[in-house]
Every structure is written in structure tokens, then in C-alpha cells.
């Protein structure tokens, strides 16, 4: 098998393993219990939790445990908000577990305005100055986009929500444990992290709430994670993420500089090799190192994937959570892109397993496979007998 | 996209891929911002579709949709060919999953519209056949 979708998730790191099995066998205690054993619990997940604050440069008591990164987001933008209602602003590029919470809250009566972005994925600073109002309540920027790997301007989109005073936070699900991040010198408010996008377990999370923010609960219950947000830690997936982002951090010096070099082989091969493909979005540092996204003209993406799937090679058209929706991807479209081209588009996604290797196999399956398809496609014949 | 395996085995094979160059009747229905756009050739001697040919632009079920309509077409009378429906289709591919339904339909669109262009060329009148719809 050829796996080059780590966008979506990622092989759980060894050492996050062999971290978490201790805690689904003799150390199962529920932390909040007052007996021993919970205590020895309680403190392990103290230290996963200081951990992961200085994975971003935060304090301990500035991250709170979730399910994932779509609770995080969902509690970062409705928790910052009231009865008061007023106007809200994000990017045109968020993956849905931001755009979805804000279209749910302009139904709810929020004014929404959402910030263009370039051809490269990229929002220009100068819009979010643009955008603001007297009312505007929240701002909410992707810190790298999933399908393109457009990395955002955040220090610049940061400084400027902050001179507003206005609360600032980022879905930094595919950033988190691949890029360097800095909470503090960025002027992030709230940050949401994922940790099966670096290796974690599936099914943990983290939002990042700097001191003094005003943030409601979203889950009442018990008093957990400071009565901020209840329900029972998912002990194992707090263990497994903070050993897998301490990883990611120790391996991110030469992976970063690793990984890049993979993508920009694979990018340069397929421009080459394929005929009419063409590159979505930013290139070198403003792009995820593991993020390559091609659009495959006349060639129709899903049915690209359907064949590269039957020949053991993992791969995605956009998001993974839109890929059985038969519409053009938002980001594409946000980005210029004309509704056909997004069609044909396919991301490709490499991470810590991903060798030189499975590149020389995957242009041996794509180029034969482009060619097949590119000559059962009516609309190449289209192009071709409108060039005559 | 949980497809069954007679759906991967013509959208993997397509049967009857490419173009009639002296077509009887030539379809294409669909349109490309929608994601599927599919042509159909039909070559027709004595009332007798004698080959089918297809090109199609969409996902594994739109091919194989495709494949499978000329598969089903060829050897038929104009009238018989009016008997191959998007459930026919459907049900000679073992079914298609909810989302790709439309696949099917469009299918039976691609022959019904190159129907209809034989038959304007002809100066014919098929009975039960709907001209195509307009894009």
C-alpha cells in the first residue's frame, strides 16, 4: 500500500504507543478519583498537558483537552460569543469545522464576512483591516489550509486582531507538530490542534485559550479541565498526543526539510511528466512541506482516485470529509479555480513514512494512469477540437 | 464510495470506449461544472444499433454507467433501445450507491439524445422518445 494521505490522518507514532499502553492496563483510574492510583493518573495527564503548552509556547493552564479538532473550533467560536450577537469574520478557505459552525451562526442572526484570499490560498492582511467594525466579535483564521497547504500570514493577521482587542483564533489542525508555532509571538488568542494529524491517536484534541479570555463552556457536566469543559479525560488519547507531538517536535528539524524535498520532487515531476496538470496553491515556505495538490485537467477526480485506490495507492480529492460530495471543492473555488478545474484536482499528502521510494511508485501508477483516463475523457476531445 | 464489483470492473474496463467517426446519431448530454458530461455514438443499419461507442467525463460510476448503456444498447432495434432505462442500467451494474443515482439517468439521457439525433437526421419519429432536454 501506497499511503500518501497523512492530510487526512496519520500512523499512530511508536513511542505514542508504547506511551499510552501502560494507561489502558494498569493505569485505567479515572483522574478525578481521590484514591492513589487516580493521583498517579491525574499527574501523568498534568504532565501531558505542560507538554503539549510547550509544544506552542503556551502554559499549562492555558490548554484544555477535547475530542478533536472540530470540538475545539466549535467551542473556541461559539464560546467566545453572546446573546449580543454582532459580526464575525473568517477566511474563505476554512475547513468545514470552522466555515459550518459560521454558516450555522449567520442562521442564528451573526453578520459573517468572509476574507478573500489570493490564488495562492493566501489572505491578504489588509482585508481582515478592512473588515473590521465597532461589532465585530470574533476572528477566525486557518492556520494552513488541508487541501492546498497554504500557510497564512497569522503573526500579521494576529497583530492586527489584537490591536483591536478583538479574540483571535486558528484551526491549526494540519500546522500543529509540522511547523514551529509560538502562541505568544504569533498573538493567537485560541488555537485548535488535532493529534491523529501528527502522529497522535484518533479521537483527542486540544484548544488553546490564552489567559483572559472570556470563553464559555460549551459541555457542562463535571468539573474537569478547570470546569471549562466536563466529561471524563480520554486518558490514553492525552498520553498518546503528547508523546506523539514531543516526537514530532524532536524529529521536525530534519522531517520539515525531508518532507519538503519529497513534495517538491513529486510536484516537479508531475508538471513534467503529466501533460496538462497545473499546481494548486503557494510554493516553498508557504506551503505545508507535506501538501501537494494537482489539478489533473479532463480528467475527473474522483474517478482518478477510484483507479488509483485500485491500485493500492491512498490519496484524496480536497478534504476527506467532502470527498463524497459531489461538488467543487470551496477552497479551489475561493481560489480562482473555474468549477471543472476544481473538479479534477487531487491531494496528495506525505509524512514521516513516505520515502523517495514511494515517489518513483507513485509517478509508475499516476503516469500511465493519467495518460488511460485523459483518452476516455470527452472533454479532451472538447479541447482538442476547439485548439483545431 | 462503496461500489459493487461489476461498477469497478467497468469503470476499471471500460467496455466500448472511443468514437464512431461515421455515427448514425451522435449524444452528449451533462454539463461539465456539474461534474459529469457524457457522449454516446450509436452506429444504426436497418432499424439495428450496430455499435456503440462512448467518451464520458466524471467519476468511476458515470464510466461505468456509460459502458454499460452501450453494452446493453448494441445488437438492439431503435424501439428496444428505448427500453434501457437508468433503472436497467442500474440493475446490470448489481446497483449504485444513493449519491450516484443520477449517473444512471444521465446515461439513459446520453442514449435517448443520440436517439433523437439519428432520428432528426433521418426525418424519423420514434415513438415513446422525448427530445433531449436543453441544457
New interface residues.
Given amino acids: 500500500m501506497l499511503y500518501l494521505d497523512n492530510a487526512a490522518t496519520t500512523p499512530l507514532h511508536p513511542k505514542a504507543l508504547e506511551a499510552m499502553m501502560p494507561y489502558f492496563t494498569e493505569f485505567f483510574a479515572n483522574p478525578s478519583s481521590v484514591y492513589a492510583p487516580a493521583q498517579k493518573v491525574r499527574a501523568a495527564v498534568g504532565e501531558a498537558r505542560q507538554s503539549i503548552a510547550d509544544a506552542i509556547g503556551a502554559e499549562r493552564d492555558e490548554i484544555f483537552f477535547t475530542s478533536g479538532g472540530t470540538e475545539a473550533d466549535n467551542w473556541a467560536i461559539k464560546g467566545v460569543l453572546d446573546s449580543r450577537g454582532g459580526h464575525i469574520i473568517t477566511s474563505s478557505v476554512e475547513h468545514h469545522g470552522v466555515l459550518y459552525v459560521f454558516e450555522h451562526l449567520k442562521k442564528q442572526g451573526f453578520e459573517v464576512t468572509y476574507l478573500p484570499v489570493d490564488t495562492e490560498g493566501l489572505v491578504d492582511p489588509a482585508s481582515l483591516e478592512e473588515a473590521i467594525r465597532p461589532d465585530t466579535r470574533l476572528i477566525s483564521v486557518i492556520f494552513a489550509n488541508n487541501e492546498v497547504g497554504s500557510i497564512q500570514p497569522i503573526k500579521e493577521l494576529g497583530a492586527i486582531a489584537n490591536q483591536h482587542g478583538i479574540p483571535f483564533h486558528t484551526d491549526a489542525v494540519q500546522a500543529v507538530g509540522h511547523l514551529p508555532i509560538d502562541v505568544k509571538a504569533l498573538g493567537i488568542d485560541m488555537l485548535a490542534l488535532s493529534a491523529h494529524k501528527f502522529y497522535g491517536p484518533k479521537g483527542i484534541g486540544a484548544l488553546y485559550v490564552k489567559r483572559g479570555t472570556k470563553l464559555a463552556p460549551v459541555l457542562h457536566g463535571g468539573a474537569q479541565e478547570n470546569n471549562r469543559r466536563a466529561g471524563t479525560e480520554n486518558v490514553t488519547g492525552i498520553i498518546g498526543m503528547a508523546a506523539a507531538l514531543r516526537a514530532s517536535l524532536d524529529e521536525m528539524p530534519g522531517e520539515f526539510t525531508r518532507v519538503s524535498a519529497l513534495r517538491d520532487r513529486l510536484i516537479n515531476e508531475i508538471l513534467e511528466k503529466i501533460p496538462h496538470t497545473k499546481l494548486n496553491g503557494a510554493t516553498g515556505e508557504k506551503r505545508l512541506p507535506g501538501n501537494v495538490n494537482i489539478s489533473f485537467s479532463?480528467?475527473?477526480g474522483?474517478?482518478f482516485l477510484?483507479?488509483l485506490s485500485?491500485n493500492d495507492c491512498c490519496v484524496s480529492t480536497g478534504s476527506a470529509c467532502s470527498s463524497?460530495?459531489?461538488?467543487?471543492s470551496h477552497v479551489l473555488m475561493a481560489m480562482g479555480l473555474?468549477?471543472?478545474l476544481a473538479?479534477c484536482a487531487i491531494r496528495f499528502s506525505l509524512g514521516r513514512v513516505n520515502t523517495e521510494a514511494d515517489i518513483t511508485n507513485l509517478m509508475s501508477i499516476l503516469q500511465p494512469t493519467a495518460e488511460k483516463l485523459l483518452?476516455?475523457?470527452?472533454?479532451?476531445?472538447m479541447h482538442l477540437k476547439n485548439k483545431r | 464510495m462503496d461500489y459493487s464489483e461489476k461498477v469497478i470492473d467497468h469503470f476499471m474496463n471500460p467496455r466500448n470506449v472511443g468514437e464512431i467517426e461515421d455515427a448514425s446519431g451522435v449524444g452528449t448530454v451533462g454539463n461539465a461544472s456539474c461534474g459529469d458530461i457524457m457522449r454516446v455514438f450509436l452506429k444504426i443499419e436497418n432499424d439495428i444499433i450496430i455499435d456503440a461507442k462512448f467518451k464520458t467525463f466524471g467519476c468511476g460510476a458515470a464510466v461505468a454507467t456509460s459502458s454499460i448503456a452501450t453494452e446493453l444498447v448494441k445488437g438492439k432495434t431503435v424501439t428496444e433501445a428505448l427500453t434501457i432505462t437508468n433503472k436497467a442500467v442500474t440493475e446490470a451494474l448489481d446497483g449504485l450507491p444513493a449519491p450516484k443515482r443520477h449517473c444512471s439517468v444521465l446515461a439513459e439521457e446520453a442514449l435517448h439524445s443520440a436517439l433523437w439525433d439519428y432520428a432528426q437526421k433521418n426525418g424519423l419519429t420514434i415513438e415513446g422518445l422525448e427530445p433531449p432536454k436543453e441544457e
Avoid: G
Avoid at chain 1, 463524497?324 to 467543487?328: G, L, T, W
Avoid at chain 1, 483518452?375 to 476531445?381: A, G, I, T
Fill in positions: 479532463f480528467i475527473e474522483e474517478l477510484s483507479h485500485m463524497n460530495a459531489h461538488e467543487p473555474d468549477s471543472v473538479n483518452k476516455q475523457s470527452v472533454l479532451y476531445d
